[in-house]
């Protein structure tokens, strides 16, 4: 039913690379997610919950599943044999082990390569494979400070702060499951694979560009009865009507009284050039607003936004997000597994008028299918999958 039904993907990502097989998993592909015999580091990821009692990675239970699972030896040569034979029967290969760590073992792109001139090869680095900065640590943060978003991201002259959860590596995952997109469509042409190089610094300098960073002094977060609102305090020809109807609305409410509703923030500058608006006018106003924000839910804030045309707006939290009428109007989330292993997470990243998404299962257990995946794509028999396990070289 996918659109990518039929083709393998071979993927040995953390949780660096994951999405990108997510996503072509989500396309119909049969995905093999390769761990290490003692599991992937990206089982361990934060955010984790519990299941079972036991510490349980959300990052894992979302961007690995949709995926079958197989646990190889990736330190041993008869393990790394297994994978050059998987990788010789598969479309699209993804690793994120690092620069030269593939190669190293033999997996490269180069030495995949040779065996099957078809593949798509796919490799997320955080700076990549050469340069001076190849070897640099890449945590998220450092990831983020070297490709420019974080500069925009502060409050006045504070410094910057990272963006959220990680997200680094997503940015660059998702931008690899697109390259590999557009080396299959040129591979539907001429039969031949192409390497994917994708630098996650590169990938979030791509994402700035384009970006005005504005004014941010006017940007505040203000407290509400249930979390957090923005508003803007706009001023200028442009954007200064939106903060005169937000002071409207306060008056409609009987709050400030006619007082708030003598400034044009229009014409504002002009206002403080001719001393007719001053710092105790602005704490004047910032008090003002403080306090009826946090009289308000963030649906009321948002229903007047709507009536009074207004730059302001609830910051949807997690909490938000998963009981959004909006969201679960677009069936934005699916329920994968059953049982102790059923998950509830985002689904299709798009909508599409064909049956272009496959939604199977939930990210797998350790080793859930190798013994399957052997037999599937390199039809090992009882004898051979049983030898393969007792010299470790699977699990």
């Known amino acids: 039913m996918g659109l990518l039904n039929g083709y393998r993907v071979l993927d040995l990502t953390d949780e ?160 690899a499951a697109g390259g590999m997109l557009l080396a299959h469509h040129a591979r539907a042409r001429d039969g031949r694979g192409q390497l994917v190089d994708v630098a996650a610094q590169a990938c979030l300098s791509l994402n700035t560009l384009g970006r005005g960073t504005g004014t941010s002094s006017h940007l505040k977060k203000w407290r509400c009865q249930d979390g957090l609102v923005e508003f803007h305090l706009a001023i200028g020809q442009a954007a200064g009507p939106f903060t005169n109807n937000f002071f409207r609305w306060m008056h409609a409410e009987g709050v400030g009284g006619d007082s708030l509703l003598r400034w044009d923030w229009r014409i504002l500058p002009e206002l403080v050039d001719r001393g007719e608006f001053t710092e105790a006018d602005m704490q004047e106003v910032r008090a003002a607003t403080a306090a009826f924000l946090g009289a308000k839910t963030k649906s009321e804030i948002l229903q007047a936004a709507i ?48 049956p272009g998404f496959e939604l199977r299962r939930p990210a797998p257990e350790l080793g859930e299918h190798t013994d399957e995946v052997l037999t599937d794509w390199l039809g090992y028999d009882g004898p051979a999958r049983r030898s393969l396990r007792e010299r470790r070289a699977v699990a």
């Open 307 to 354: 009536s009074y045309k207004l730059l302001c707006i609830g910051v949807s939290d997690t909490a938000d997000l998963a009981h959004s009428p909006q969201l679960a109007g677009r069936d934005f989330y699916v329920t994968l597994g059953s049982g102790r292993r059923a998950q509830t997470m985002p689904g299709r990243w798009a909508t599409v008028s064909i």
């Open 16 to 175: 660096r690379g994951l999405l990108a097989g997510r996503m072509l998993a989500d396309l119909g592909a049969d995905v093999v997610q390769a761990e290490p015999l003692g599991g992937s580091r990206a089982r361990h990821a934060a955010p984790l919950g519990k299941r079972d009692g036991q510490p349980y990675s959300y990052l894992w239970a979302t961007f690995a599943a949709n995926k079958r699972g197989i646990a190889v030896d990736l330190a041993g040569e008869q393990g790394r044999h297994v994978l050059r034979q998987l990788a010789s029967r598969a479309d699209f290969f993804i690793e994120s082990l690092g620069p030269g760590v593939a190669a190293a073992a033999g997996l490269g792109w180069t030495e995949l390569g040779e065996i099957n001139p078809a593949l798509v090869y796919a490799t997320i680095t955080a700076f990549g494979h050469d340069g001076p900065k190849a070897g640099y640590a890449d945590s998220d943060l450092v990831v983020w400070a070297a490709g420019g978003p974080l500069e925009p991201n502060r409050d006045g002259d504070r410094p910057p702060l990272r963006i959220s959860v990680p997200q680094a590596f997503l940015n660059a995952a998702a931008d």
